[in-house]
């Protein structure tokens, strides 16, 4: 039995994989240009610095990161704001993009084709465990915690589970546990979702993290790949094999190691996938007290920010007063003559006078005109918004000229505007 200091040294023992190459196509245009990791959350972070930040804050800082679909700006973010590891102390955080090491025609088939294709570099780093995580969640989580929970439970695998709405669950992996938690069936994806016992409203849905004892994950991949008719996917094919096979998989509550900034706080996990879902996030940052508490010192969120000047709000006349209410405005903006609600701006935005912004999401670098009207969008980055510009009042007319989500929000892109009628 490893006693309390080797538990507290566990995480120097561990690799972690962060699975970064998804494209994330149900955020449509927004994922054009940069993976779903890569994209721009919360006034200045983007979607993976949340799982590289509770590697950091775990004390896991052997880390490695997969890319594959349009990495370049993810890979040129982790440059220049995760390059902070020394590698004298065996602390690095590597950057695995997609190289066909395996096969010169194929690139990663899935998540456990990713992890499969590197093991050789996995390997040279003698690990004891690893853990495997997606990059593209919204969370705060205590790993460390996890890798505990794992030694105690002598597990061959833990999975970190989370009780999700039924009619929310055909997108998870879906588990039934007994009582000592042990995992006794997985369904990936479902369309029924079983319900959980003595709730059937709820399922208990994988959260995508898996740990390993590394000897045993290298076992399996290597039996994986030469299964046919195998997708490569962990929640496909290698858990459900396992759990048929009778392997010792536990299943981990993630109430149990989130990070919870008051008494009466709801563990938080979000999966910003879909335009609105994206939408509903950011802006809920907004609140006065939101779900996701961004001002916790204690665990904080780490990303490459550029040295911008403070925001600036100018003009105080009748009819033309630079202001921002409910909202959240990053470094580098200037609200001219305008009025923002509820809206969240990130870095060196510029709001010309007399336009209107509400529940507005605009990514850095946009130019707003004068005299607009945006409501209930998301804006992409770099988008120079036309003079006299009205969005969020005409469904059937945002719908023609823009992308127009299930619940009413408006994607608007650069090639969206340059489509626009020249007046």
């Known amino acids: 039995m490893l006693d309390k200091r080797d538990l507290r040294l566990a995480p120097r023992r561990a690799v972690a994989l962060v699975l970064a190459g998804g494209r994330g196509s149900r955020l449509k245009q927004l994922t054009d240009r940069r993976a779903k990791p890569a994209t721009y959350f919360g ?123 039924r009619e929310q669950a055909t997108g998870f992996g879906v588990m039934h546990i007994d009582d000592e938690r042990r995992i006794i069936d997985f369904v990936e994806k479902p369309a029924d979702p079983p319900p959980m016992p003595g709730r059937p409203d709820m399922a208990l849905a994988s959260m995508g993290i898996y740990v390993f004892n590394a000897q045993f994950l290298y076992d399996q991949l290597e039996r994986d790949v030469a299964t046919p008719g195998s997708s490569r996917d962990f929640g496909k094919d290698i858990i459900p094999h396992l759990v048929k096979t009778g392997a010792r998989i536990i299943a981990h509550d993630y109430a149990d190691s989130a990070i919870i900034d008051a008494p009466d706080d709801v563990p938080y996990w979000r999966d910003v996938g879909t335009i609105d879902a994206y939408w509903e996030a950011n802006l809920d940052l907004c609140h006065v007290t939101p779900q996701l508490n961004m001002y916790n010192r204690d665990w904080p969120i780490f990303t490459y920010q550029e040295q911008l000047p403070p925001a600036k709000f100018v003009f105080d006349d009748e009819n033309r007063r630079g202001m921002a ?12 003559g305008s009025t923002v609600r ?29 005299h607009c009207r945006l409501k209930k969008v998301v804006i992409d980055r770099g988008v120079s918004i036309p003079n006299g510009l009205v969005v969020g009042e005409d469904a059937e007319l945002d719908a023609k000229r823009f992308h127009r989500s299930e619940g009413g929000v408006v994607l608007i892109t650069r090639e969206m505007i340059e489509k626009l009628p020249k007046e």
């Open 43 to 165: 006034g200045k972070f983007r979607i993976i610095d949340f799982a590289l930040s509770n590697c950091v804050n775990s004390g896991f800082r052997r880390i490695g990161v997969l890319t594959q679909y349009k990495s370049h700006s993810l890979l040129r973010h982790l440059q220049r704001g995760w390059n902070v590891f020394r590698g004298e102390m065996n602390e690095f955080c590597d950057l695995l993009p997609a190289q066909q090491r395996v096969s010169e025609t194929e690139w990663y088939q899935g998540t456990a084709d990713a992890v499969f294709q590197n093991l050789d570099i996995l390997r040279d780093h003698e690990p004891e465990y690893v853990l495997i995580l997606a990059g593209d969640h919204i969370y705060k989580m205590d790993y460390g915690a996890l890798l505990l929970d794992h030694i105690d439970r002598k597990a061959d695998v833990t999975v970190p589970c989370i009780a999700v709405p």
């Open 325 to 336: 209410v409910d909202s959240l405005v990053s470094g580098g903006c200037i609200i001219s």
């Open 342 to 370: 509820r809206s969240l701006l990130f870095s060196s935005v510029r709001v010309n006078s007399y336009s209107e912004l509400y529940e507005a999401v605009v990514l850095p670098e946009c130019d707003i005109g004068r």
